[in-house]
């Protein structure tokens, strides 16, 4: 069986970090972001490894080993997204958020009734498989660590009877997330602390259909302030020997894509907790009658 470890988070919340760490473990390894990114279609875009993504020479490798296989693997798009572009309603139907079990099962009667998709499904199913075999074998490793974090994304995962799927849930703060979102999107506090919220809700409804012995949770707060003791613990839930952590992870000779923080030269792991300074008070308070009952369930209030 061909395993993967899902890390699902909202963005900002540390998920190439905790993909690196965890990669780094000799008995795994990472790519950061399974489903690639449209952004890699900048010509000049680089592999963790400092090399540029087309000339990086793990990825000639793997390219080379997925034609054996039969697939044309393009490093710029992977083609591993679950999206059916043929037919607009069941794309859209596709990329709805992950739901509670009502709306999840009217989406799987909508997608049934499409052979089309059907096909399309199996296609880029064994196009996934392909890829974490390839990596997995490439690199000697047990496991492949995904840092592709959405729900949606990992409801389909875990419908390909090859692969053994683990989850990790990864949280972290709802307003230093909001901060992120802030910062970067230049939205409202508002929209930024519902845009949390939404992404917890449907993971806790995918959660909740999973089996408990499949998924583990960790706060990315606990990760940057004892981040080998939180190793230790999701090495034993992948069954990877815990002696063996590697916090190590800019020497581990990855090759991932995803968040720009793959190519700092940066070792120490810091928790960014710049909401605490970046806000008002009044924006926390406005976060907090929005958010509070999540950010209570997750011990941040
Ligand atoms: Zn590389």
Known sequence: MTKLAFIMAASHSGSTLLAMLLGSHPQATTIGDTAGTSYRKDPGYRCSCGHKAQECPFWLHVIDQMAYRGFNLDVTDFGTRFEYTENRLVDRVLHAEHRGP????????????SNGWRRQFRTIAERNV?????????????????????PRRLKFLLRIPELEVKVIHLVRDGRGVAHTYVRDNGWSVEKSAIEWQRGIMATEKLLARLDRSKWRQVRY????????????????FLNLDPSRVNMDFRSAG???FG???????????????????????????RIEHLVGKQLTRYGYK
């Open 102 to 113: 009502i709306l999840e099962t009217i989406r799987d009667s909508v997608l049934r009734l």
């Open 130 to 150: 392909a890829l974490v075999e390839t990596v997995t074998k490439a690199t000697n490793s047990q496991i492949l660590i995904d840092s592709s974090k959405l």
């Open 221 to 236: 707060e606990d990760l940057c302030l004892d981040p080998q003791g939180e190793l230790e613990k999701l090495c034993v």
């Open 259 to 285: 968040n720009k923080m793959r190519l700092s030269s940066e070792q120490a792991i810091c928790l960014d907790d710049k909401w605490r300074t970046a806000f008002t008070d009044s924006q926390v308070s």
């Open 254 to 256: 990855l090759h991932v």
